[in-house]
């Protein structure tokens, strides 16, 4: 029976501030009666976005630059304001790190058109070999709802027996090729097995589950989710993913995200659409 994996997001790191270099910094600038935030009162991604668009205008106090006679001290009102400016670049300092499992070829290929502002890494199938098992997500549209007719739920369940079917004969290929070469007996080199891994990679579909790390910074983020968490116009696994980190990202960073709203039908809609 082919194996059903569900898809889960993992959210393994992001931006730290160095407050101690951060003071160093402002004093160096002159700017001793900037006072930095409090952890509790700020993300460490968000005070860094901060701190540099600060630095863009000298703006830490008023009369540091002489053109600046007074300056924003809410935070929250701060980078509200550079959001309705449009001053995207600064968001671009801070950081989130994915680890993202159980996507397919499909995910990883849309996500290879927005290689700007991320960093990707991506299980190889030129060294992961599989064993018995083909992994993959049944996708959204073909799993069961309750709210279904009939004649669309014996379509999906119809459908969902063609996938297994499908990846079960590609299964029973994969297995016949490894005992072709003699990978199951555990005698060759690696050098062996990862051309023989290439090699046989070939014949596996592009819905196999994968897996790997992507980093983007705040305003790819915010790009993707905007471009891929729209229902009905992105491809329904990456909305899928997307959605939930849209979620993610509107819970843990109000002052970056709190833009973002969720409408009827899933998607999320920020109020400033192009930072």
């Not at 849309?110 to 996708?139: L, Q, V």
């Not at 843990?252 to 930072?275: C, H, I, T």
């Amino acid at each position: 029976m082919p194996m059903h994996v569900p898809i889960k997001i993992f959210c393994i790191g992001q931006t730290s501030v160095n407050r101690e270099e951060v003071r160093r910094w402002l004093d160096h600038m002159e700017a001793t009666g900037y006072e930095i935030p409090e952890k509790e009162a700020v993300t460490d991604p968000a005070l860094l976005i901060a701190l540099a668009a600060k630095r863009c205008y000298k703006s830490f106090e008023p009369g540091l630059n002489p053109n600046v006679t007074k300056v924003r001290t809410d935070l929250v009102a701060y980078i509200d304001n550079i959001l309705a400016s449009g001053h995207g670049s600064v968001f671009e300092h801070s950081v989130y790190n994915f680890a993202i499992e159980g996507v397919s070829r499909v995910f990883t290929g849309e996500m290879n058109r927005h290689r700007a502002g991320w960093a990707i890494s991506e299980g190889s199938m030129r060294y992961i070999r599989f064993d018995k098992d083909i992994p993959f997500w049944m996708p959204t549209s073909l799993q069961e709802n309750p709210n279904d007719d009939a004649d669309l739920a014996a379509r999906k369940k119809a459908s969902r027996l063609v996938f297994d079917q499908a990846f079960g004969q590609t299964e029973k290929f994969y297995s016949e090729l490894l005992r072709i070469w003699d990978m199951e007996e555990g005698s060759h080199n690696f050098h062996y097995k990862k051309r023989v891994t290439s090699c046989l990679r070939r014949i596996v579909g592009m819905g196999v589950a994968t897996g790997g790390v992507w980093s983007g910074n705040m305003r790819a983020l915010r790009h993707v989710i905007t471009m891929r968490a729209d229902e009905p116009s992105a491809e329904e696994e990456i909305f899928y993913v997307f959605s939930q980190i849209a979620k993610l990202m509107v819970e843990r960073e109000g002052m970056l995200f709190g833009d973002f709203e969720q409408d009827a039908n899933g998607s999320w809609k920020p109020k400033y659409r192009k930072v």
